[in-house]
Each structure stands twice: as C-alpha cells, then as structure tokens.
C-alpha cells in the first residue's frame, strides 16, 4: 500500500514537497507516477520516473516547477513542487507502475495511494 504525505495548503508561487511510501519501492523494476484530480476533472499524469530512477517526464503544465524523484534505500518517492499556482490545486496520488518504464497512462499503474489534498490559493 502506498502512502502519501506533504499535501496542504499554500498561495500562489509558494512550494509545497509531497513524499510516498511503498516497500515496492525496495525494487528495481517498479516504474513510479504522481497524478491528480481538481475538483469536477479527471484524474490525470503529473510525472513518472522508471526503475532506475532516471529520465523522468513531467507534464507541460508542471515542467520547470516540479521535481519527481526516488529513494529506493528509504522507501521514498517525492514530488517537490515550487512557483504553485491555482491551476495546481486537486488531491495527488502516487502509484507504482506495472512496468520499470515511465508511463503517464493512468491504465499503466496498478497500485494506488489515498491521495494528499494540495490547495493553491490566496
């Protein structure tokens, strides 16, 4: 089961740093997801990162502020999140992928978090 923590509540251009624990994330062969869902919308890819822990995607709307990464030797994966603006606000899910590729196709992913709520407002 996958936890997440870190969610809250921050203005605009504020930074807020989600993390996630899963034991899966002792393999090597687990590629990892962030998503979310705001209000009234579909559930949909934030980043990824494969088993190795490189070459990580980002969605357009988060790239250059958002920064997926993983501690295979705590268990950890984490999604620092800095310049947050209104558009980012929704409740975030990680998952382990069922594969050790990156992948931003929600089908992809087989193992879910309960969600952190993460609102951005002033």
């Known amino acids: 089961q996958l936890v997440e923590s870190g969610g809250g509540s921050v203005q605009p251009g504020g930074s807020l740093a989600l993390s996630c624990a899963h034991s899966?994330?002792?393999?090597?062969?687990?590629?990892i997801g962030w998503f979310r869902q705001a209000p009234g919308k579909r559930r949909e890819a934030v980043s990824c990162?494969?088993?190795?822990?490189?070459?990580?995607i980002y969605v357009e709307s988060v790239e250059g502020r958002f920064t997926i990464s993983r501690d295979n030797a705590k268990n950890l994966v984490y999604l620092a999140m800095s310049t947050l603006n209104p558009e980012d606000t929704g409740i975030y899910y990680c998952?382990?992928?069922?594969?050790?590729?990156?992948?931003?196709?929600?089908?992809?992913?087989?193992?879910w978090g309960q969600g952190t709520q993460v609102t951005v407002s002033a």
């Open positions: 990162l494969d088993s190795s822990g490189h070459r990580p």
């Open positions: 899966a994330f002792t393999s090597d062969t687990y590629s």
């Open positions: 998952a382990a992928g069922v594969y050790n590729y990156c992948s931003v196709h929600i089908s992809e992913y087989d193992d």
